[in-house]
């Protein structure tokens, strides 16, 4: 029998859900042999671009193994019909638990403590900065969707003052909210940065936020790199005019601008916030699912919404 035709752009992990999808699907990887396909498999960075649909007419389903939809064509996609679907909710712990880990890092600073004793600077009787403590400062949380909702459940149970800002203030939240990034930056310190990447978030961070988030503040950024303004953001660092930042993505990945690389106090991650065992089996366990429910005529467990 035919087993049904998937386009994978991208590999799945752990290796028991990639031999299952093996073993359900014919898995292609060249783009230039899918005109017949109409399942193809990305993930948050790698996207779908316009280029990449006009290469497959047969496309039905777009299925993300992630939740960005920002380096996806989404007009097209709504144009054509095509249904996207993403993995939600299940990513949320280990995204929020990597932003705190990197406000810890910085606010702390654990990661120059490690490159302090490596360089022998500890054994030579060189001294470390004092840190700041991270659990008493305001934090703000920049979009408030379910990793910004998972991050200020953990960060309000620790005891910290939670605010927030979002397109819109949502009646059943238990934080503060504020009508816009300039506003949320001047009342907190620690700046999380969870909102979804595209053209409406893209500068939201700018010079005029890390000058209101002031001199102990520091700037977490988990969401999609352009959301932050990376030069503004070296030279706050480099001024002083903000104390740290933790970042786990970038404009450019993989490539990071010297600026970030040489500004002090600044705690880099390469785009590993979702990359526990734990959510990338269920990441994967639900891409699965989607496409399960796709070729058995079912309604998807996942599709995300293009309205
Ligand atoms: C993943 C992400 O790194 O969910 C997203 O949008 O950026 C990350 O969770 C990516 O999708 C790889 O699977």
């Given amino acids: 029998m035919n087993r049904p035709r998937i386009l994978a752009l991208t590999p799945i992990h752990p290796q028991d859900i990639a031999d299952r999808m093996a073993a359900d699907y014919d898995i292609i990887h060249d783009i230039a042999q899918a005109a017949d396909i109409e399942v193809v498999l990305t993930n948050g960075g790698l996207g779908l671009s316009t280029e990449q649909m006009a290469a497959l007419p047969a496309l039905r389903l777009i299925a993300v193994n992630g939740v960005g939809v920002d380096a996806i064509d989404l007009d097209e996609a709504r144009r054509r019909d095509i249904t996207v679907t993403t993995t939600p909710d299940v990513l949320s712990l280990a995204v929020a638990e990597m932003a705190l880990g990197l406000a810890l ?50 960060l309000r149970g620790m005891g910290m003052e939670v605010l927030y800002t979002a397109r819109s203030e949502k009646s059943d939240s238990p934080d503060a909210y504020r009508p816009d990034p300039l506003a949320l930056a001047r009342d907190c310190e620690l700046l999380f940065v969870t909102a979804a990447g595209g053209q409406d978030t893209r500068g939201l961070v700018d010079a005029d936020v890390l000058a209101a988030l002031g001199p102990l503040g520091i700037v977490v950024n988990v969401a999609r790199g352009p959301v932050v303004d990376s030069a503004a953001l070296a030279d706050a660092l480099q001024s002083g005019r903000i104390a740290g930042a933790g970042l786990d993505v970038f404009d450019d990945e993989p490539d990071v601008p010297d600026a970030l690389l040489n500004a002090p106090n600044c705690v880099l991650a390469p785009h590993i916030a979702s990359a526990t065992t734990e959510a990338r089996r269920a990441m994967a366990q639900l891409v699965l699912d989607n496409v399960a429910a796709y070729f058995a005529d079912r309604p998807l467990p996942t599709p995300y919404n293009n309205g």
């Fill in 105 to 154: 890092a910085a606010g702390r600073r654990i990661a120059e403590g490690d490159r302090f004793i490596r360089a022998g600077e500890w054994a030579d009787g060189g001294k470390i900065a004092l840190g700041g403590s991270v659990l008493e400062r305001r934090a703000g949380i920049l979009g408030y969707g379910r990793i910004g909702r998972k991050l200020a459940d953990l």
